[in-house]
């Protein structure tokens, strides 16, 4: 089974940019999907966006299209990016990714079966 690791989260002010990383181990990502949730305190987990390894194709809520951009490592088939651009302080959440053994996306949570530890995003005005 696949063991994920993410990370590059920080603290950064308003209008800023970070890229998450999301690093496989034991396994590459060349037959699983892969997507990015963040959980805001008291709030449930919310779907980022995915990517389905195989295809390259991609997936984002219209809500979070233009700032929320996920890549893959072509060099290396066991790192996925997570782009974020003109951070507002409504983005500040943990940010995990997860991966399913499957080639379709899927944006509820459950659908996942490996998770990562979470990297925290704070936004600051």
Not at 96 to 120: E, F, I, K, L, M
Request: glycine share 8%; aromatic share 14%; hydrophobic share 35%.
């Amino acid at each position: 089974q696949v063991q994920l690791v993410d990370s590059g989260g920080g603290l950064v002010q308003a209008g800023g940019s970070l890229r998450l990383s999301c690093a496989a181990s034991r396994r590459t990502f060349s037959t699983y999907t892969i997507a990015w949730f963040r959980q805001a305190p008291g709030k449930e987990r919310e779907f980022v966006s995915a990517l389905v390894w195989v295809t390259g194709v991609t997936y984002s809520p219209d809500s979070l299209k233009g700032r929320f951009t996920i890549s893959r490592d072509n060099a290396n088939n066991t790192v996925v990016y997570l782009q974020i651009d003109s951070l507002k302080p409504e983005d500040t959440a943990v940010y995990y990714c997860a991966a399913r053994p499957a080639y379709r996306s899927a944006d509820w949570a459950v659908a996942y079966d490996y998770w990562g530890q979470g990297t925290q995003v704070t936004v600051y005005s």
